[in-house]
């Protein structure tokens, strides 16, 4: 069971900014993504780290694509944190 609610997009008693971001959140992955519905219930700090994201590993970085799998990559093992 999980600590933090994993918000689904279609629940009536979600706030129109939550449904939002898990639209958004979605549109961006292709498919919407356990974290992501973890991180609707502050959809102010799922943006910053979407955007953290996307500048580090994504289309806003400098890095070449591999390069930046390989660093996240790299970062999860380091810190023993496997998702």
Known sequence: MARIPLLQE???SISPDQRAFL???GQARGRLLNIYRAMAN???AGRAFSNLIKTAYRSDST???KHAELAYLTATVVNDCYY
Do not use: I, K, T, W
Request: no cysteine; aromatic share 0%; proline share 25%.
């Open 10 to 12: 279609d629940d009536p």
């Open 23 to 25: 639209r958004d959140a």
């Open 42 to 44: 502050r959809p102010e």
């Open 63 to 65: 890095l070449a694509p």
